[in-house]
């Protein structure tokens, strides 16, 4: 009886032995099925020439001002307002060049051109209603910052002190303009008015009709009988 006992204990503990070691291969399958394969591992970051990135991937956001014309479309379309554009309009005679993409002809100075990219959700909204196609999104994935005022992007290429002086300028112009309006307006009102005036018959002194004459009665004549032929 001992012995059927002792034996029967010894089959049932390498029998779990090899339970357990049965179990734990079947869970470290896939583990064990990439050991045996190439490595695909790569040392981040001292190699990142090798991230190649898809075309349509969403990233940094970066704006060619060459070819911006102010049409704050793209901050508009953005749904997190993470976007800021100021315009100052250009002075009559004041060349801004042309686009690159569909010779457009610019009219707005674009005097600042924010873009907070801790804000900005990669939704790629901005890119597609740009008539210019300047706002592109990039494969720079990687611009960590200590400081959050430094994921502020400025990409407006004047400085504040020629922003001023545009703006100024256009004030200037301005006014001016509103002053020749104001002119023009008053000179074709006077011109108006003495149109009318020249049309307009002049008064004159109302004559009278003459008194009425009664035309004189006429009287018949008398009556006079008519005389029988057959008497």
Known sequence: MLRHVTFFSVRKYFSDIWRALLTATQGLRITIRHLLRKKVTRQYPERKNEYILPER?????????????????CARACP???IEIETVKSVPGEDLGITTRNAKKKSLWVTRFDIDMAKCCYCSLCVWPCPTECIVMTEVFEFAEDK????????????????????????????????????????????????????????????????????????????????????
Not at 59 to 71: A, F, K, P, Q, S
Not at 172 to 191: L, S, T
Not at 205 to 227: C, D, G, I, M
């Open 80 to 82: 997190v307002d993470c």
């Open 148 to 231: 959050r005022e430094n994921l502020i992007y400025h990409f407006a290429t004047m400085d504040k002190a020629e922003a001023n002086e545009h703006n100024a300028n256009w004030k200037k112009w301005e006014v001016e303009a509103n002053a020749m309006r104001a002119r023009q307006a008053a000179e074709r009102a006077a011109g108006v008015a003495a149109q009318q005036q020249a049309s307009t018959p002049s008064a004159q002194p109302a004559v009278k009709p003459p008194p009425f004459a009664a035309k004189p009665a006429v009287k018949p004549p008398p009556f006079k009988a008519r005389e029988n032929p057959k008497e």
């Open 57 to 73: 991937a969403r990233n940094r956001l970066y704006v060619n001002m060459d070819d911006c014309i102010g049409c704050d479309k």
